[in-house]
């Protein structure tokens, strides 16, 4: 059992932060309407969602991934490397605060949960637009005694890690090897995403299932062709918020 922590689409979300995308008009009740369905795949495959109320004044809100790190032992609140995002992790430390100890990034760092990628012990992190060394190196030593691995990877071309390269199966990654380096996956089996589909390497992998954006068929063809297959969630109006499926829940497994 898991429990998913999401939080409504805020109506504010046209005034989203935009790096690598052009800014495009984004219907707020249709986003509404595609996360409560993105609510329903997770509730599918075992999740039981816990739904923050909507953030009229931060846009960004939605995607609260980038809002905390979750462990088994612990939750490190991050420090987003977008000013007007910071004051997103009040809200989502109080709702951790039940589940987990919680930990802090303090300033100067900056660390968003998009950036990381846990694979078992060891914790890839993102040095992107929006994670900073510093950060990377608190995280490091926040996790040290408790046996994981923390380890910078440099992205380019691409918002956050995770939009470059996601777990899809127990050993395979999905990869835009455009936006990063891929010799550091050497035990891994690799899918590179469609050419086409520069931004299809986001999956949010959920005990056996994968959430995946229906906008990228070529990539999902790739998916199939290996044996994965996806269940896939119209994501349209987030992805023009540079949202992905990783990136509107906060997963952790739910104690006994
Ligand atoms: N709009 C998502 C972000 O830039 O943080």
């Known amino acids: 059992m898991h429990i998913a922590i999401t939080r409504e689409v805020s109506p ?5 932060e935009l790096t690598h995308l052009d800014r495009r008009p984004i219907d707020v009740t249709l986003a509404q309407a595609q996360h409560r369905q993105y609510e329903e795949c997770l509730t599918a495959l075992g999740c039981r969602v816990e739904r923050l109320p909507a953030e009229p004044d931060l846009p960004d809100s939605v995607f609260v991934e980038d809002t905390a790190i979750v462990l088994d032992e612990l939750a490190v609140i991050t420090r987003p490397g977008a000013a007007s ?44 637009g929006r994670s900073n060394a510093v950060g990377i190196d608190q995280l490091r030593a926040l996790l040290r005694p408790w046996g994981y691995r923390v380890e910078a990877v440099p992205v380019t071309g691409c918002l956050h890690l995770k939009s470059a390269v996601a777990q899809v199966a127990p050993n395979t990654l999905l990869i835009n090897r ?28 959920v005990g056996d ?22 269940r896939p969630v119209d994501v349209s109006e987030l992805i023009k918020a540079a949202g992905g499926v990783t990136c509107c829940s906060l997963i952790l497994a739910a104690r006994p």
């Open 85 to 128: 995002r910071r004051p997103e992790t009040a809200s989502v430390a109080r709702a951790l605060a039940s589940y987990r100890p919680l930990h802090h990034i303090q300033a100067p760092g900056t660390l968003d949960g998009g950036d990381v990628l846990r694979l078992g012990h060891t914790l890839f992190v993102g040095q992107s």
């Open 178 to 205: 455009d936006w990063v380096p891929d010799d550091l996956w050497a035990d891994w089996d690799l899918i590179d995403v469609d050419p086409a589909e520069p931004f299809a390497a986001n999956a949010l992998l």
């Open 209 to 230: 299932g994968v959430i995946y954006p229906a906008a990228y068929p070529a990539t999902r063809e790739r998916l199939r062709e290996r044996g994965i297959r996806v």
């Open 12 to 16: 504010a979300i046209g005034r989203c």
